[in-house]
């Protein structure tokens, strides 16, 4: 893919702490309401012990019980947007932090409140290739911080990926897939790991001893990428994964969500060739027969926004999940950063390793990508749609990814450019 659009703007955020009250009391929102299904033009969502009690027209408002909140409702701008807080499950860091670099909790509570401000309410943590303890150390620090519901999950991007195919991963930390250690990691986890990147070209991928049923038995989904595979490796690992969460559903064991997905498509894989076709053509009869959720990273460097609007035409908002794959220098001015080992430059917004030139991940708020998609000619409540919903699905987390009645009460309240000018989580507005 071409890498020649340019990225697209991280406006900071005029998120108004005031805006919004703070306790449990009822209160309003209102504006353009995008829910899953439409755009309300003139809507309101009510909410309540920081759950979300009503979403409808204001017209219909006082008939439902609400007319005592109609006239003190908090507006979005001239218009402006309401939508459901963002879920990423993808990110890498942001705010000058790195999830895959952060020793303490507070240096990764940076990165998170980073993409917070700017509308992202739940986050999935993601670290890159690196050695065990280094990987074991992390995830303890990022287990915390999911234990005390600053994030929502942890994603491993390695160690077991292609060397060929690494892009911003260190090659040497990338080893053969280690069933113990996936096991370790899950365990350390305690049941926050949502998705491993794993190469299924790879020895030990599958089997009954493999890393594709590690993950599955302890709650985690396997996310295939970074690969230089052609395409019998990634049928036969889409296949085992769907077979293993069938499996699990029908022995009424518990599954965190029903299909496997693609690490950022396109991106960290072999091209695919019309006599060498390669793994892209697995990942998108699987997406389209609804047994995989392709990951797209919709920022304008990583993908033309042409093949993201293709791919929403070609395989449905459902079978999609918008990222970021964002690094330490989202929400930062261009300059020289880290990501795990290695060293990266920002120039004009787009991140490259320092030695190399590779792509080192995104410097977009999901709230950028979900601009950019739509600018890019997707449909706003299926862009929206696929940078929350579908995030939500592969947490396997029914409490949020909407503006529908009794979810958490998580909003990003946006002027009519995007721009968010309010984020609400579980109730409050984010400072």
Not at 21 to 45: E, M, N, S, W
Not at 60 to 73: N, P, Q, V, Y
Not at 82 to 93: K, N, Q, R, T
Not at 209 to 230: C, N, R
Request: aromatic share 4%; proline share 6%.
């Amino acid at each position: 893919m071409s890498n020649a659009a340019m990225p697209v703007s991280t406006t900071p955020p005029i998120t108004d702490p005031g805006a919004a009250p703070t306790d449990d009391a009822p209160f309003a929102l209102r504006g353009r309401v995008v829910t899953p299904l439409q755009i309300i033009d003139d809507g309101i969502v009510v909410i309540a012990a920081r759950h979300i009690a009503w979403v409808g027209p204001t017209a219909e408002a006082a008939r439902a019980g609400w007319s005592d909140l109609l006239t003190a409702a908090h507006s979005a701008p001239e218009g402006g947007y309401l939508l459901p807080g963002l879920v990423d499950v993808h990110c890498h860091g942001g705010g000058g932090e790195s999830f895959p670099n952060a020793e303490t909790a507070a240096q990764a509570m940076t990165a998170v409140r980073e993409h917070r401000r700017h509308g992202t309410t739940s986050l999935v943590a993601s670290c890159v290739t690196a050695a065990p303890e280094t990987l074991r150390a992390r995830t303890r620090v990022l287990a915390d911080l999911c234990d005390a519901g600053e994030l929502a999950g942890i994603h491993f991007e390695g160690p077991f990926v292609s060397v060929e195919r690494c892009g911003a991963q260190d090659p040497t930390y990338i080893t053969d897939p280690d069933t113990a250690l996936t096991r370790e990691l899950i365990e350390l986890g305690r049941e926050h790991v949502v998705t491993m990147t794993i190469a299924p070209e790879k020895p030990h991928i599958t089997g009954d001893d493999g890393v594709v049923a590690a993950l599955i038995d302890g709650g985690a989904l396997p996310s295939f990428g970074h690969t230089d595979a052609e395409a019998a490796p990634v049928r036969v690992g889409l296949a085992e994964a769907s077979a293993r969460i069938g499996a699990r559903l029908e022995s009424g064991a518990p599954v965190r969500s029903l299909r496997a997905t693609a690490t950022h498509l396109f991106n960290g894989m072999r091209p695919m060739h019309h006599r060498e076709p390669g793994p892209v053509p697995e990942f998108l009869a699987a997406a389209a027969r609804g047994e995989c959720i392709v990951e797209l990273i919709g920022d304008g460097v990583h993908l033309a926004p042409a093949i993201v609007r293709d791919m929403f035409e070609t395989l449905g908002r459902e079978n999609v999940v918008l990222i970021t794959d964002a690094m330490a220098a989202a929400g930062m001015p261009d300059g020289d950063y880290v990501l795990g080992s290695l060293a990266v430059t920002v120039a004009d917004g787009v991140a490259r390793l320092t030695e190399g030139g590779a792509i080192a991940g995104g410097t977009a708020h999901l709230i950028d990508v979900v601009r950019a998609t739509w600018r890019g000619g997707v449909d706003l409540v299926d862009a929206v749609f696929a940078a929350s919903c579908q995030g939500a699905e592969i947490l396997g987390d029914v409490s949020i990814g909407a503006l529908e009645p009794g979810l958490w009460a998580d909003a990003v309240v946006t002027d009519a450019n995007l721009n968010p000018v309010t984020v609400i989580r579980r109730g409050a507005a984010v400072g």
